[in-house]
């Protein structure tokens, strides 16, 4: 199992930038044979589904964005691939809401799908607050 902690959240105005942080241990995530090559970034509103934002394949390092973040977010790992970076910038009111990082293992294809049901362990979430 691994463990996930979020950090980096906040208020910041519109325009503006934040980075989240995720820390990642476990017995199992590190290896280089570690199933979980799925790493990702989510958020969900309240009322409403947990979307997928950004997600990293750890071993090829392809990267996948939603549409309403590409461009203005780059989701990235350190070298020793133990912590997770949301690089956000252009803030906007829209991007309020509570963002979480997660890991999977369907990482078979090479690539991280921002589907969150193939993701199995999940951080406790930080909030982001965009204001005008």
């Known amino acids: 199992q691994v463990q996930l902690v979020e950090s980096g959240g906040g208020s910041v105005q519109a325009g503006g930038s934040l980075r989240l942080s995720c820390a990642a241990s476990?017995?199992?995530?590190?290896?280089?044979?570690?199933?979980?090559?799925?790493m990702g970034w989510f958020r969900q509103a309240p009322g409403k589904e947990r979307e997928g934002v950004a997600t990293?394949?750890?071993?090829?390092?392809?990267?996948f964005y939603d549409d309403s973040v590409r461009g203005r977010f780059t989701i990235s790992q350190d070298g020793a691939k133990n912590t997770l970076f949301l690089e956000m910038n252009s803030l906007k009111l829209d991007d309020t809401t509570f963002y979480y990082c997660?890991?999977?293992?369907?990482?078979?294809?090479?690539?991280?799908?921002?589907?969150?049901?193939?993701?199995?362990?999940w951080g406790q979430g930080t909030q982001v607050t965009v204001s005008s």
């Open positions: 990293i394949h750890t071993g090829t390092g392809t990267t």
């Open positions: 476990g017995d199992s995530y590190a290896d280089s044979d570690s199933s979980y090559k799925c």
């Open positions: 997660a890991a999977g293992r369907a990482g078979w294809r090479g690539w991280c799908s921002l589907s969150p049901d193939e993701y199995i362990s």
